[in-house]
């Protein structure tokens, strides 16, 4: 297994502090986090660089992007009902989609992250499944002959393996897998341990939190049964990415020192077995 860490953990540093950070550690890859293009949200969100530029960043070091994690989704109404079937366009979710997967392209990573989306109230299950499914299958359009898949985050209103297995099955594309979130599968009583059969090769990354009394906390430091995902997954043979997805965006004030968060997650993965990363695999770090 590859490992990577999500830049949710580190809004406020640059491109070049996070390349730098990740070869430190051992790091094999980084999710770049984009909230689209335009976006200041993050100092290091790609929309903010030249694609050129980035691979300029990363070359030296050997860390590779995992993932362009953007937030585009396909669930929202067509607005007004009637007119807007009549007139048409391409849904925003599909256009981001799009925008996404050129900047991935662009900057050499395998996958674009993507959300189904929670489906609105006034829809029926079926109702808005079919129109998420058919905005998919224009997303993984937009993917062919690119080098690029599209990997689908449990969420919203498909948490689970099983449910977003329907959405695979009916696009029935090989540029679409699913980026898994056990935490988020486990909330809705789903074994994260069954959803490596359940997705086979349709899994292409796999996103790791851990939790303490409502706080994400280090791998293995938590309530989470993260080691045990990482075990199974070892054991099934999975060579994909692993993403640490430390949330410290969104704490604010308060959170725990990053860099220390980082450097304990990635040793203790390379503990637990199966996860390949270049420094940690060489020996202990020094937390500062």
Same mark, same amino acid.
């Given at each position: 297994m590859k490992l990577a860490f999500s830049t949710v953990a580190t809004p406020e540093w640059t491109l070049e502090q996070v +390349?730098?950070? +990740?070869?430190?550690v051992g790091y094999d890859g980084v999710e770049l986090r984009t909230f689209g293009s335009g976006?200041?949200?993050?100092?290091? &969100?790609?929309a903010l660089t030249a694609p050129e530029k980035i691979r300029t960043i990363l070359a030296p070091t050997g860390v590779g992007v995992a993932c362009v994690a953007s937030s585009a989704s396909y669930e +929202?109404?067509? $607005?007004?009902?009637?007119i807007g079937h009549i007139l048409g366009g391409t849904p925003a979710g599909v256009k981001l989609t799009a925008w996404a997967v050129d900047l991935a392209a662009r900057v050499e990573a395998p996958l674009v992250r993507v959300f189904p989306g929670t489906i609105p109230g006034m &829809? $029926?299950?079926?109702t808005g499944t079919n129109r998420i499914v058919e905005r998919l299958e224009l997303a993984v359009a937009t993917a062919r002959n690119t080098g690029v898949q599209l990997a689908i985050e449990n969420s919203g209103s498909f948490t689970t393996a099983v449910a977003l297995s329907e959405l695979l099955d009916r696009v029935n594309s090989p540029l679409l897998g699913v980026a898994y979130n056990p935490a988020i599968a486990a909330l809705d009583g789903e074994d994260p341990a069954n959803a490596i059969n359940v997705l086979g090769d349709r899994l292409l990354s796999v996103k790791l939190r851990d939790m303490l009394n409502a706080k994400p906390v280090a791998l293995g430091e938590g309530t989470l049964p993260t080691r045990k995902f990482v075990e199974a997954l070892a054991k099934s043979g999975y060579r994909g990415w692993v993403v640490h997805e430390h949330d410290a965006a969104w704490l604010g004030e308060g959170r725990e020192d990053v860099r220390s968060v980082l450097m304990r997650s990635a040793k203790a993965l390379a503990s637990w077995g199966g996860v390949a990363a270049r420094g940690v695999a060489r020996g202990p770090m020094a937390v500062r």
């Open positions: +390349a730098a950070f +990740a070869e430190e976006s200041s949200q993050f100092a290091c &969100d790609p +929202a109404p067509v $607005t007004p009902p009637v &829809d $029926t299950r079926w």
